[in-house]
C-alpha cells in the first residue's frame, strides 16, 4: 500500500495500468486498492498544482502564524475546523514551537489578505495573536519546481 501511495503522491495521472506495471499488482488489484484507500478516508482528493503567476488570475498568498487559547470545552480541534470554514483558508496545521496553528490564505491581492486576517481572523475569541508572511514568490510546491524555465532578460545586462 504504500508503494501505491508514494506513487500517487508524486503523479495521481498514472493509469491502473501503470502503477500495476510499477507494484507488480494487477490493475484490477490497484483500482480496489485505491477504491478502498478512498473510502477509508487515506486518499483525500487529487489536486493540481498549479504555477498561478503563469496564469492571468490575481492571487496572492500568505502563511499566518495564530497562537490561540483554545476556550472551555473547544481544544486546538474545534479552534481549527472553525478556521477551516474560511474559504480563503487552503490549510491548516497544528505547529510546535512559538505558534500554535499555521495557516495558508490566499485572496486576490495583499490588501484582501490583510483585511481577512483583521476583519474575520483576528477577532476571533479563541485568536490571541497573529503573524502574517506574504508569499513572494513559489520555487518549489508539493515536490515540484514551479519555476527555473524563465530566465530573467536583466541578469548578465
Keep these: 500500500m504504500n508503494q501505491l501511495l508514494q506513487l500517487l503522491s508524486e503523479n495521481a495521472r498514472l493509469t ?3 502503477l ?3 507494484t507488480g499488482d494487477t490493475p484490477a488489484a490497484v483500482e480496489a486498492k485505491i477504491a478502498r484507500l478512498q473510502a477509508d478516508g487515506v486518499i483525500r482528493g487529487y489536486k493540481a498544482i498549479v504555477d498561478w503567476e ?3 488570475r490575481d492571487l496572492c498568498a500568505a502563511r499566518i502564524e495564530l497562537k490561540v487559547t483554545p476556550k472551555s470545552g473547544m481544544g486546538f480541534e474545534e479552534v481549527a475546523g472553525i478556521i477551516a470554514q474560511f474559504d480563503e483558508v487552503e490549510s491548516v496545521e ?3 514551537g512559538g505558534y500554535d496553528l499555521g495557516l495558508t490564505v490566499t485572496g486576490k491581492s495583499f490588501k484582501d489578505v490583510a483585511l481577512f486576517v ?3 481572523l483576528a477577532p476571533l475569541d479563541s485568536v490571541e495573536s497573529t503573524a502574517t508572511h506574504f508569499v513572494l514568490k513559489t520555487y518549489k510546491q508539493g515536490g515540484v519546481m514551479t519555476c527555473g524555465e524563465e530566465t530573467d532578460e536583466r541578469e548578465g545586462a
Excluded: I, W
Design 16 to 18: 491502473s495500468e501503470q
Design 20 to 22: 500495476a506495471a510499477m
Design 54 to 56: 503563469k496564469t492571468d
Design 94 to 96: 497544528l505547529m510546535s
Design 118 to 120: 483583521a476583519q474575520r
